[in-house]
């Protein structure tokens, strides 16, 4: 395995020689030339469980343990029973805190250095910096994807992760992104040293024994993750969270399915499955086997005479994906139906017909601006079996961010810094960034088909973002080629959903800046490329702009209801 294949541990000795002399397998159950991994808990288990693993992913945790150097592994394997126990191990830890106004929900703040995707320091790495970035030129910072070397990157891990688990558990999580067993779904298997990550991936994945199953002797996605603190630590977590924003680093190496991830432990960063999987190395492998990875949710629409059309759309980070995901009609008889709110895999059948899934399990959605007026359909879903990050919570137990209802005047907040808040303080009670992670099974208007292994029919495909001024409500591109032209040329503000400042309007193409996992020329010729079949029944394309404010909004309300995709 390329990941650890170049790393040097114990003062220079081979890999496999530190990993035959290492005292944590014997003692945790691995046997190096058997397929079993023992399944431990934290708190040490009367009878443990054994979970039947793969020899690939027994190689793969036998070589990263043995860099690493975690005091012992758990395998997990999604039960609830599992994810209490999770939950317990970061309570005591002082990380999470139990919600006790709702229903198995829990609070987590973490360290305010690491609250964000950290763009400039995510990284593709391929042989050639031409299948990054075109003609190897990057035009500024954050323009497009950033290029490391396999040299380079080799050091940077060296430099990093040897021994980085040291006193801490290294989970072991086998999931599917999408459906499993759909030909459309891919495998991965992740370990991280952060439960909070293990708990997050259950709710953001299908995780456990059926992942296994289904995996056999194939190939997987390699995912390695570690917070960057090895026990003890030199200085005490801020707010219990451990993380080293100084040596941040999220690489991807596409050309042999691995993803790394050092230093942060918050989402995007640390979620392996999502933006890395899902969108990084996914709009590669897409590229490669003849499909779509892309920033896109899908939502089904029902007209009153009871036809139905699919729609997949693409806005960057916070501007909107989730709202309208979970939309609520004012139209009468129109009925909405949420798929997915974030990520879309599309291929085409054999009859031609765009088909795509969600690949993810649940919404990890931003909590500022939700609230009963702008979705209520997000605010039934996210109060049960969820995780809340970087948001306020009050003190009758529950939680509070901006654009939620007011809480009752005798009801005292605390903002996610620790300070008590008031609707007059001068900073915000929730990180603009903080987030909900729900399953997705909770959502109450969830489309029957969201799990459909065939995928569910595209029709349309709408592009937009934040423009304040200067951009139509709404148009329709003359063609599939200029629709790809359309979604090439996409600009909107930035957001706090990544470490830019400011208002500042940039290029984010298909909203895929941040994630295109190869040269963005590439991309979009690979988009370009499906006209070429005459079989293809290609989808409408649309351009909105829901955030132009001006008294034109009412038109946007009136060309929608006119369209019935006919």
């Known amino acids: 395995m390329a990941l650890v294949r170049h790393f040097a541990c114990n003062g220079g000795f081979a890999l496999s020689r530190c990993l035959s002399s290492s005292p944590q397998f014997s003692a945790i159950g691995i046997q190096m030339a058997a397929t079993t991994v023992r399944t431990l808990s934290v708190v040490p288990a009367t009878k443990a469980n054994t979970l039947e693993l793969p020899k690939k992913v027994v190689g793969f945790v036998e070589e990263c343990a043995g860099l690493c150097n975690p005091k012992d592994i758990h395998v997990c394997d999604g039960s609830e029973r599992e994810h209490h126990k999770l939950m317990g191990i970061m309570e005591a830890q002082g990380l999470a805190h139990p919600l006790p106004k709702y229903e198995n929900c829990w609070l987590v703040n973490t360290d305010p250095a690491d609250v964000a995707r950290v763009e400039s320091r995510t990284y593709i790495s391929t042989r050639n910096q031409h299948d990054v970035v075109p003609k190897g030129t990057n035009p500024h910072k954050g323009a497009l994807p950033n290029w490391m070397s396999p040299k380079q990157l080799d050091q940077e891990l060296t430099d990093r992760f040897p021994r980085t688990m040291e006193g801490r558990t290294m989970y072991v999580i086998p999931f599917s992104m999408g459906p499993v067993g759909s030909r459309l779904s891919k495998i991965g298997v992740q370990l991280t040293d952060s439960p909070y990550v293990a708990a997050s991936m259950r709710i953001m994945t299908r995780i456990g024994t059926e992942v296994l199953h289904a995996l056999g002797d194939d190939d997987f996605v390699r995912c390695l993750h570690s917070v960057g603190q090895p026990l003890p630590m030199a200085k005490p977590a801020v707010n219990n969270w451990p993380c080293n924003p100084a040596e941040t680093i999220i690489t991807h190496r596409p050309e042999t399915n691995e993803i790394i991830s050092y230093g942060s432990g918050y989402g995007g960063n640390s979620i392996l499955g999502k933006k890395c999987l899902a969108l990084r190395l996914g709009s590669y492998m897409a590229r490669k086997e003849g499909w779509l990875a892309e920033h896109m949710l899908i939502l089904g629409i029902t007209n009153p005479q009871g036809v139905k059309r699919y729609i997949a759309a693409a806005f960057p980070s916070a501007c909107g994906k989730t709202n309208l995901a979970m939309m609520t009609p004012e139209l009468p008889g129109y009925k909405v139906e949420c798929v997915g709110d974030d990520i879309a895999w599309m291929r085409f059948d054999e009859n031609g017909q765009l088909r795509a899934i969600n690949p993810e399990n649940g919404f990890f959605g931003v909590a500022p601006g939700t609230g009963t007026k702008t979705n209520p359909v997000a605010m039934q879903t996210v109060f049960k079996n969820s995780v809340f990050t970087n948001v306020a919570y009050t003190n009758d137990g529950g939680v509070y961010w901006e654009g939620m209802d007011k809480p009752n005047a005798n009801v005292k907040i605390t903002s996610w810094m620790g300070k008590s808040w008031t609707p007059e303080s001068s900073e915000p009670a929730a990180h603009p960034n903080s987030r909900f992670c729900s399953p997705a099974s909770q959502c109450p208007i969830l ?83 499906f006209a070429a079949n005459p079989n293809h029944k290609l989808p409408r394309m649309f351009h909105v702009n829901w955030f132009r404010k001006d008294a034109q909004v009412l038109k946007s309300r009136n060309y929608i209801s006119e369209k019935k995709f006919s």
């Open 447 to 529: 489309d029957p088909a969201w799990e459909d292994p065939k995928g569910v029919p595209i029709d349309a495909i709408l592009f937009g973002g934040r423009r304040p001024e200067g951009v139509p409500l709404v148009y329709e591109a003359f063609d599939w080629n200029h629709g790809v032209f359309m979604g090439a040329s996409m600009r909107s503000e930035a957001t706090a959903a990544a470490e830019f400042k400011g208002k500042m309007v940039m290029h984010d193409p298909f909203a895929m800046r941040p994630f295109v996992g190869y040269n963005i020329g590439q991309y979009f010729n690979h988009w370009l490329s």
